[in-house]
Every structure is written in C-alpha cells, then in structure tokens.
C-alpha cells in the first residue's frame, strides 16, 4: 500500500537555526498538505500544495511540491520556541483519503 | 473557522467495558469523517471512514465489530470502543472538512486509558 515517510524523525534546533523536514511518497500524489501538532494538542492545518514544482510560503514556512509529485519538504527560517511541535506531511493520492506521514518532532532549545 | 468538538477529552475505563467518543461539526455539515488512531509519538493511523446515513470503511486490520462507527447525522459522528483491553488504550481523534475548503479540521482527541 502507499507509504509516506518523513526525515528526519527528530530535530533539535538552536532559536535562530533553520529546519527543514522532507516528505517522501511511494506513489504518485494529486496533492499533499501539510499539518503541525503541538506537544499534547491535534494536528493543524497548515497548507496544500497541488501543483508540480509548486512553491508556497507562510511567513518563515516555505513548503514545496517536487517535481514529480512525490516529495515535498517543508523549511522553516530562523525557528522560535513556538515552532515546537511535530509536523506531518499527508498525501493525497486519488483514494478519497489522506496518507499522513510519520512525522518531524521539532524542538527549538532557547 | 470551522470546528470539530470531541468528547470526552480524557476517559479512562475498566477492561471489558465500552466507551463512546463523540464527534460534532459545530458549524459546518460533515457528510463525511476521518476516525484515526494516535500512538504517543507516532504518526496518524487512519482507522475507518464514516459517511453519513451509510456504513463506514474500515481501513485494513481494523475490526469494525470492536469499533463500532455510526455517523447518524450531518454534524455528529460517533465511535464506539467495545470490551475494551489495555492494548486499545490510545489517542483517538477524528477530521472533517467543509465541502469546498482545503485541509481537514481536527476534534481535539479522546485519550483512552483502559485499565
């Protein structure tokens, strides 16, 4: 069945430091979106992206669709304390259902 | 924005017994929604899709004799963990989306202890 993975499983960052969290599907994706959950708290929409070659940004959070639309990666410039959190990528791939990945867990160490 | 309330937040309960998790579109009809699965540290794992007025799908591996899914009306959906055993202790939570909107919107979990 298809499978989505992300790397790297953790992070630790300085406050300041970039992040970047990489989403890989084994199939072919119509779309992927991105989600963040806090530490106790439910994931949170946070974009989606469609195209092929697709960049979008949120203030620090640049997201992009690759080329072939299986990847994705999502980077996050100069990180604070309230980037902590874990971030999951979830593709989409035709199957009236969203494949999430296995997660990015950020922590920003002051 | 639209909101997805789930009940209860926490719960815990003996071995054997039932518990019903809730989930309610509060301003948005949600003809279809997403149950999943949450262990600590893990990813989401997508457990069954409830479609109002009709059966759910279960994902493979699922036993919907355990996870009994009734999505009565276009705002509430409910799951229903039956005999529960330590083993089914987990986050639950459950995703809507409003028809012509982008993303999912998440209830807040139910955490499930079973002792």
């Known amino acids: 069945g298809q499978q989505v993975m992300q790397i790297p499983q953790y992070q630790h960052v300085q406050e300041g430091e970039d992040f970047t969290t990489y989403c890989n599907s084994s199939?072919?994706?119509?779309?992927i979106q991105w989600y963040k959950q806090r530490p106790g708290g439910h994931p949170v929409f946070l974009i989606q992206?469609?195209?092929?070659?697709e960049v979008k940004k949120q203030k620090r959070l640049t997201f992009q669709f690759g080329e072939a639309k299986k990847n994705s990666s999502l980077h996050i410039t100069a990180t604070q304390t309230t980037d902590v959190g874990t971030y999951f990528c979830?593709?989409?791939?035709?199957?009236?259902?969203?494949?999430f990945g296995t997660g990015t867990r950020l922590k920003v160490l002051a | 924005g639209a909101v997805v309330s789930q009940h209860p937040s926490r719960v815990i309960c003996k071995s054997g017994t039932s518990v019903k998790i809730e989930c309610r579109s509060l301003?948005?009809?949600?003809?279809?929604m997403f149950w999943y699965r949450q262990f600590p540290k893990q990813s989401l794992m997508l457990m069954a899709t409830?479609?109002?007025?009709?059966?759910?799908?279960?994902e493979q591996g699922v036993e919907k004799d355990k996870f009994l899914i009734n999505h009565a009306s276009l705002t509430l959906s409910t799951l229903t963990v039956t005999s529960a055993h330590p083993e089914d202790s987990s986050f639950y939570i459950c995703?809507?989306?409003?028809?012509?909107?982008?993303?999912?919107?998440f209830g807040s979990g139910t955490r499930l202890t079973v002792v």
């Open positions: 979830a593709g989409y791939s035709g199957t009236y259902k969203y494949i």
């Open positions: 301003d948005f009809q949600a003809t279809t």
């Open positions: 992206l469609v195209k092929s070659g």
């Open positions: 199939t072919t994706l119509s779309n």
């Open positions: 409830s479609n109002e007025g009709s059966k759910a799908t279960y």
């Open positions: 995703s809507a989306r409003v028809r012509g909107g982008y993303g999912y919107t």
